[in-house]
């Protein structure tokens, strides 16, 4: 065997806590391996992990998710943590080189082997090692020979320092709590004398068949030049085909070089997104011999597409000068996509494959062909990825810059650009993911325009250039008031969020459609989890009437107030139960209503993001299936919205008085790249009593890839109508339902409905003018602690 791994994650590690300065002050770094050493009593620890989780394991911690129990642990952070971890070395190892790999340890560290120093490491995206062949026991002892301790430094504080090599800690939806830990596998990898150090593939596709060109960097750590040949393989994965192979001879002089294999693919199987296509994908099998030895080998799984860009139809170049349309293997693509919202939890220790397979098929499920990573969160895990890449779920993956005024000061851009460069490194080969970005509302602000945000983006474009053929953009959105003050266009990106933030001053009708541009890569709604989920981290005597941890499981509750009356004019605050099921109803038709107008513009418009899908701990906000795996009754919503053939009515307002003629147009949109002939398109109008109103059918063909209007409703609501009517739409090929959707429009006086929201809003402002954006604000009597 050419490669040999050890993995060393897992549960036997160790960890205590440490004064800064004590761990080595008394000798921890250079104790032996003993298997009743001092070291005995310390709490176990699991790898990949993190320090809260280990903790909360031992027992000194309280669940951190409940009530407000993450300010309590606030301690942690100010401490340095040991993990340590005792190992045997297989014998089969001895005698070739030895590297100790670490995949990520957020954020800064100390590695020590067997009392050797091997190094530190400041970055929690970038994986590491330290070759160590001469510091490794072969002894077989009881519980270990070898000993490898790692020093976790106290986290940073100051995230502004941090970005781009840390995952975000502090913003509106964040406690302040900063996560840190091997959050990543930890590896002994023995190889021979030259070793495959990174892949990378590209596609290229042509009239007939494909070309995959590998790049590799190959380590000679011998002493002299070696002439080695470097074979590689692709055989379908998730499809029969024949293998389709090539070798090259390549002289690898001492240190790391590079070499290029081109393997053509015949009959070459495409990866597509589930929406076009099917997602094919092949598995590589890379190979370094010398004299018939084999002296390395790597597999991997990667899949043949094309990614380009394309500018947005129906702007001019004064108001759009970026290309925002997604071209997949030569078809235009539009992202009916959502912020992902994750890791699966904040603190990373809870992450496992088995969270991340059900949230993703949900995303499927959702009618979702992309996946936003914005920069508050981090880029995901090969997990995810790999997942993506089954399920045909394209992947726009940010880096961790968000929301800060950055510094341009050379060191502190060159070390982020190494960061986001080893990001690059480990997802490239991924198919799924089609987009890089550099920040997230980093053109945000007053002090954005006067900071380096923008001189640090473009430096980061410019980094990950000779690593990546996958497209890079600076940042979104552009197109906001300051970053139009900065020189960007008007009709670049935006993120469609006042509307939530003003909860329903501008109603929905009025927000959405005045905002024109190419691309929404976020928009937000929110509401409540469900009652079964609430009870897991709301203690019982806060439920209801609600205590402070709603506020600190981010409830904006003036907001979701707000938008209740706006949606059924009332606040629905009789019971939880109706508090919660409404919520999640005006979230469902707050999303229902924009992301259809969005739809309907294509291909002027090219993609729009909600914000978010889940969410990285238990909340009360965005999440369209919460942190426990439930999914909202938004889910439905947005899986009835994002159909790939959806038929739509559109409407210029959701309440209609009595006597008045309700007017809607019916449409259809297909981001399918087939033409739907001989379709039929029903409607049904309901009125007030639930008696059909209203019907009709119309005869439709329906071009690839459109969006087009096809028949109007007009209907004059009754004099004595109250309450709500109803539209059902059907979508049909023969008896064959293809697409249904339905809508519930109410009965009543816009502007006063507005005016009663308003008026709320007011009201609700004079206790943010006195308490400020605090959730202090929800429940004053903390202000009168006796």
């Known amino acids: 065997m050419s490669r040999i791994v050890k993995d060393l994650s897992g549960k036997l590690w160790q960890m205590e806590k440490m004064r800064i300065g004590q761990g080595e002050q008394e000798g921890f770094h250079v104790l032996p391996a003993e298997r009743q050493g001092v070291i005995f009593s310390w709490n176990y620890a699991s790898v990949p992990g993190d320090v809260y989780t280990d903790l909360q394991r031992a027992g000194e911690l309280d669940d951190l998710y409940y009530g407000r129990n993450m300010h309590k642990a606030k301690w942690v952070q100010e401490y340095e943590w040991w993990y340590v971890r005792s190992f045997n070395v297989s014998e089969e190892m001895k005698g070739k080189k030895i590297h100790l790999e670490f995949e990520g340890v957020d954020y800064s560290c100390t590695v020590w082997l067997n009392g050797n120093l091997l190094g530190s490491h400041e970055g929690m995206f970038s994986p590491f090692s330290f070759e160590v062949s001469a510091y490794l026991n072969f002894d077989k002892w009881a519980g270990?020979?070898?000993?490898?301790?790692?020093?976790?430094?106290?986290?940073?504080?100051?995230?502004?320092?941090?970005?781009?090599?840390?995952?975000?800690?502090?913003?509106?939806?964040?406690?302040?709590?900063?996560?840190?830990?091997?959050?990543?596998?930890?590896?002994?990898?023995?190889?021979?004398?030259?070793?495959?150090?990174?892949?990378?593939?590209?596609?290229?596709?042509?009239?007939?068949?494909?070309?995959?060109?590998?790049?590799?960097?190959?380590?000679?750590?011998?002493?002299?030049?070696?002439?080695?040949?470097?074979?590689?393989?692709?055989?379908?994965?998730?499809?029969?085909?024949?293998?389709?192979?090539?070798?090259?001879?390549?002289?690898?002089?001492?240190?790391?070089?590079?070499?290029?294999?081109?393997?053509?693919?015949?009959?070459?199987?495409?990866?597509?997104?589930?929406?076009?296509?099917?997602?094919?994908?092949?598995?590589?099998?890379?190979?370094?011999?010398?004299?018939?030895?084999?002296?390395?080998?790597v597999?991997?799984?990667?899949?043949?597409?094309?990614?380009?860009?394309?500018?947005?139809?129906?702007?001019?170049?004064?108001?759009?000068?970026?290309?925002?349309?997604?071209?997949?293997?030569?078809?235009?693509?539009?992202?009916?996509?959502?912020?992902?919202?994750?890791?699966?939890?904040?603190?990373?220790?809870?992450?496992?494959?088995?969270?991340?397979?059900?949230?993703?098929?949900?995303?499927?499920?959702?009618?979702?062909?992309?996946?936003?990573?914005?920069?508050?969160?981090?880029?995901?895990?090969?997990?995810?990825?790999?997942?993506?890449?089954?399920?045909?779920?394209?992947?726009?993956?940010?880096?961790?810059?968000?929301?800060?005024?950055?510094?341009?000061?050379?060191?502190?851009?060159d070390s982020v650009t190494k960061e986001c460069i080893e990001i690059v490194k480990l997802r490239r080969n991924h198919p799924s993911n089609i987009y890089w970005m550099g920040g997230e509302e980093v053109f945000f602000t007053d002090a954005h325009v006067e900071s380096g945000n923008k001189e640090l983006m473009e430096?980061?474009?410019?980094?990950?250039?000779?690593?990546?053929?996958?497209?890079?953009?600076?940042?979104?959105?552009?197109?906001?008031?300051?970053?139009?003050?900065?020189?960007?266009?008007?009709?670049?990106?935006?993120?469609?969020?006042?509307?939530?933030?003003?909860?329903?001053?501008?109603?929905?009708?009025?927000?959405?459609?005045?905002?024109?541009?190419?691309?929404?890569?976020?928009?937000?709604?929110?509401?409540?989890?469900?009652?079964?989920?609430?009870?897991?981290?709301?203690?019982?005597?806060?439920?209801?009437?609600?205590?402070?941890?709603?506020?600190?499981?981010?409830?904006?509750?003036?907001?979701?107030?707000?938008?209740?009356?706006?949606?059924?004019?009332?606040?629905?605050?009789?019971?939880l139960e109706q508090f919660v099921e409404s919520t999640q109803i005006a979230q469902g038709t707050i999303l229902q209503f924009a992301l259809e107008l969005y739809r309907r513009r294509k291909p002027r418009m090219s993609g729009v993001s909600l914000c978010h899908f889940i969410t990285h701990w238990p909340d009360i906000k965005w999440g369209l299936v919460d942190y426990y795996g439930l999914k909202k009754l938004s889910f439905d919503y947005v899986r009835t919205s994002y159909q790939p053939l959806l038929p739509s009515l559109e409407f210029s307002r959701r309440r209609w008085k009595q006597g008045e003629t309700f007017q809607g147009g019916l449409w259809i949109v297909n981001d399918i790249h087939d033409d739907h002939n001989g379709l039929t398109l029903e409607w049904t109008l309901r009125n007030h009593l639930g008696d059909v109103a209203s019907e009709g059918a119309v005869e439709v063909n329906v071009p690839s890839n459109s969006s087009a209007k096809y028949a109007a409703i007009d209907w004059q609501v009754d004099a004595d109508a109250a309450g709500q009517f109803t539209i059902a739409l059907v979508l049909k090929r023969g008896e064959e339902v293809l697409a249904n959707n339905d809508y519930v429009l109410l009965i009543g006086d816009q502007a006063e409905a507005k005016r009663i929201v308003n008026e709320h809003l007011d009201e609700t402002r004079k206790l943010r003018d006195e308490f400020g954006h605090s959730y202090y604000r929800y429940n004053p009597e903390l202000w009168e602690l006796e």
């Open 459 to 575: 430096a980061i474009g410019a980094a990950i250039a000779p690593y990546t053929n996958v497209p890079y953009g600076l940042a979104s959105p552009l197109s906001n008031e300051f970053g139009q003050s900065m020189g960007f266009k008007p009709k670049e990106s935006q993120h469609a969020n006042e509307h939530y933030y003003g909860g329903g001053r501008s109603f929905m009708e009025e927000y959405y459609p005045a905002l024109d541009c190419s691309i929404v890569p976020e928009l937000t709604a929110a509401s409540a989890p469900a009652i079964e989920s609430l009870k897991k981290f709301i203690p019982e005597n806060e439920l209801w009437p609600m205590g402070p941890s709603w506020g600190y499981h981010w409830a904006d509750l003036d907001i979701l107030q707000g938008l209740n009356l706006e949606v059924f004019g009332d606040k629905r605050m009789d019971s």
């Open 299 to 413: 597999e991997d799984r990667i899949g043949i597409r094309d990614i380009k860009m394309e500018m947005n139809p129906g702007f001019t170049a004064e108001e759009s000068e970026y290309p925002w349309t997604f071209v997949i293997n030569g078809k235009r693509t539009f992202l009916r996509s959502a912020c992902w919202g994750g890791q699966p939890s904040f603190l990373y220790g809870r992450n496992s494959d088995k969270k991340y397979e059900h949230l993703l098929k949900l995303v499927k499920e959702a009618n979702m062909n992309n996946l936003r990573i914005f920069g508050w969160h981090p880029p995901e895990i090969q997990t995810f990825y790999r997942l993506c890449d089954e399920l045909g779920i394209t992947v726009w993956t940010n880096f961790t810059f968000s929301t800060q005024a950055f510094s341009n000061d050379p060191a502190f851009v």
């Open 144 to 297: 270990g020979s070898n000993q490898l301790v790692v020093k976790l430094d106290p986290p940073p504080k100051n995230f502004r320092n941090v970005g781009g090599k840390k995952v975000n800690f502090s913003g509106d939806y964040f406690t302040g709590l900063v996560p840190f830990g091997i959050w990543r596998p930890v590896r002994l990898i023995a190889t021979d004398s030259v070793r495959i150090v990174s892949h990378r593939t590209e596609s290229i596709l042509k009239d007939e068949g494909a070309s995959v060109q590998v790049q590799l960097e190959l380590d000679n750590m011998a002493a002299d030049a070696q002439t080695v040949q470097v074979h590689v393989a692709l055989k379908g994965h998730n499809f029969e085909s024949a293998v389709s192979t090539y070798s090259v001879e390549v002289t690898v002089q001492p240190g790391v070089q590079e070499a290029q294999v081109l393997v053509d693919v015949a009959d070459a199987q495409l990866w597509w997104p589930w929406d076009l296509g099917t997602p094919s994908l092949y598995d590589i099998e890379i190979t370094v011999r010398q004299h018939e030895q084999e002296l390395d080998r």
